[in-house]
């Protein structure tokens, strides 16, 4: 899956991984066109996963 299909799953699914991450909060799951990475960087620091990890996550739901 490229970053464009990640980007538009990750707007479909971003409120079950609220959800499912407590500390995981709206401005974290929030980005803004092309800051998709800094977005998963943020995820990275609140969940402890890799950005590896997230995307094979968003791919897999």
Same mark, same amino acid.
């Given at each position: ?9 990750? $707007?479909?699914?971003?409120? %079950? +991984?609220?959800? $499912? #991450? ?8 929030? #980005?803004? %066109?092309? $800051? +998709?990475? *800094? &977005?998963?960087?943020? &995820?990275? *620091? =609140?969940?402890? $996963?890799? =950005? *590896? %990890?997230? =995307?094979? %996550?968003?791919?897999?739901?």
């Amino acid at each position: 899956m490229n970053e464009d299909q990640l980007e538009g799953k990750w $707007k479909q699914i971003r409120g %079950e +991984f609220k959800q $499912k #991450y407590g500390e995981v909060t709206d401005d974290d799951v929030t #980005y803004s %066109e092309g $800051k +998709f990475d *800094e &977005m998963l960087g943020r &995820m990275q *620091e =609140k969940t402890g $996963k890799t =950005k *590896e %990890e997230l =995307k094979r %996550e968003i791919d897999s739901w």
